[in-house]
């Protein structure tokens, strides 16, 4: 009888070709919630300052997460095993992560160094991982020695970056992420050699974490509402819709981007991957805003929280509709080629549009407002799925003549 190997060498997955469907681990989920502690303090920081300069350093911190967790995903999409070594490498990743989140809300202040830091071991561990793929699987050997070229450089500007001041630390931040995140750019075409990415896997993987990030933004209307000393009908009125707000995003999201998956080819691949970061940022960002709202005890918008809530909202609707021009399309598709994408595109505006205009009416008025717009959008998922005509097949046909004729017989 075989025994199981306790630790594995690295050798790319080829399920997809194999035709085999893959799940998404706890293991993967218990990192997740790693990522999503930063994620909250993250928002809870924007929500404290809602700014110009407040949002830029919240998404330019969330880009920082993004790629720490897009790294982590890819290289495990590519290289999981089931041996002690993934266990291990995950837990080391965790660390570097959970001294973000430590770090993260003075991130541009007393603890940028420990941040950068932070960054740069998390980025170490998952470089590494990337050198141990090509050196143990030799069609993999192209894409990771441009890898461990990119990233070793993006590393060594976040080190530099602790040995100068502000604000040149943060313009070699700036620099190092772009780094990071042309570099996989620059692999496309070796990557096209590679074994398919999975079509089942890969999206619940983002799927959950899009639910991790949406429940996250509940969680902070929640304390929210629980830390006022008085609970009034208008603050419980604000948690409401901020909350049905946050299910209209997961009901768009679900019901028109994930249930699919992207067209083949690995830059569509890329192209829907790379989109989820601003969906993220947007739910992240619409939540910080909601937490503000109903914080606050006067219930007139000013200017920065009814643009950034509207923004928001209407940036994830035109993310989900240009996500839903990556997707594949079946012969058996309800929705509309141009028809639904362009219904998010013309609601992802006015929103914007809302955001904009809102500023001194009541933040009440502004949240009906985008929770009709995404309505729309519900509705419309709702009259295309159920009025889809479902083709029945053979095999059913032959059971229910089958149960017919047992009938007739019996009687």
């Not at 293991?27 to 502690?37: N, Y």
């Not at 070229?149 to 313009?171: M, N």
């Not at 205009?357 to 985008?370: E, K």
Request: proline residues 4%; contains cysteine.
């Amino acid at each position: 009888m075989a025994k199981r190997v306790f630790w594995q060498h690295p050798v790319l997955r080829t399920d997809e070709e194999e035709e085999r469907d893959r799940r998404v681990t706890w293991l993967e989920l218990f990192f997740d919630l790693f990522i999503v502690v930063v994620v909250a303090e993250m928002a809870h920081t924007l929500a404290e300052d809602i700014s110009w300069l407040g949002v830029g350093q919240f998404i330019f911190l969330f880009l920082h997460l993004w790629w720490v967790w897009i790294g982590a995903t890819y290289y495990t999409e590519r290289f999981e095993t089931e041996g002690f070594d993934q266990r291990l490498f995950t837990f080391l990743q965790m660390i570097p992560i959970a001294g973000m989140a430590v770090f993260a809300h003075y991130a541009f202040s007393k603890t940028s160094v420990e941040f950068a830091l932070s960054y740069a071991l998390s980025r170490v561990i998952i470089t590494f991982l990337c050198w141990r793929g090509g050196k143990y699987d030799r069609r993999f050997r192209p894409t990771s020695h441009r890898f461990v070229i990119g990233f070793s450089v993006s590393i060594l500007l976040f080190v530099l970056s602790v040995f100068v001041a502000p604000p040149i630390r943060f313009l070699l931040w700036g620099i190092a992420l772009f780094i990071d995140v042309v570099t996989p750019l620059l692999t496309l075409k070796q990557q096209a050699l590679l074994p398919r990415l999975s079509t089942s896997k890969l999206p619940e993987r983002f799927g959950l974490f899009v639910i991790i990030v949406l429940g996250e933004s509940i969680v902070g209307v929640v304390n929210g509402i629980a830390e006022q000393k008085t609970i009034t009908l208008a603050n419980a009125l604000i948690g409401i819709l901020g909350i049905a707000i946050a299910f209209g995003m997961w009901w768009i999201y679900f019901d028109f981007i994930n249930r699919r998956p992207p067209q083949l080819g690995v830059r569509w691949t890329f192209a829907w991957g790379y989109l989820h970061m601003p969906l993220l940022i947007a739910i992240a960002a619409t939540g910080a805003g909601t937490l503000k709202a109903v914080s606050d005890n006067d219930l007139l918008l000013n200017q920065n929280v009814s643009l950034l809530i509207g923004s928001a909202v209407g940036l994830s609707l035109i993310v989900n509709g240009l996500l839903e021009l990556t997707l594949q399309r079946r012969f058996d598709e309800p929705t509309h080629p141009r028809l639904s994408p362009g219904l998010k595109f013309a609601a992802g505006a006015i929103a914007i549009v809302f955001g904009i205009i809102s500023a001194g009416f009541w933040v009440i008025g502004l949240q009906l407002g985008l929770l009709g717009l995404l309505i729309i959008q519900m509705v419309y998922a709702l009259y295309v799925w159920f009025t889809q005509d479902i083709p029945v097949k053979d095999s059913e046909c032959i059971n229910i003549g089958s149960s017919m004729d047992s009938s007739q017989t019996q009687e």
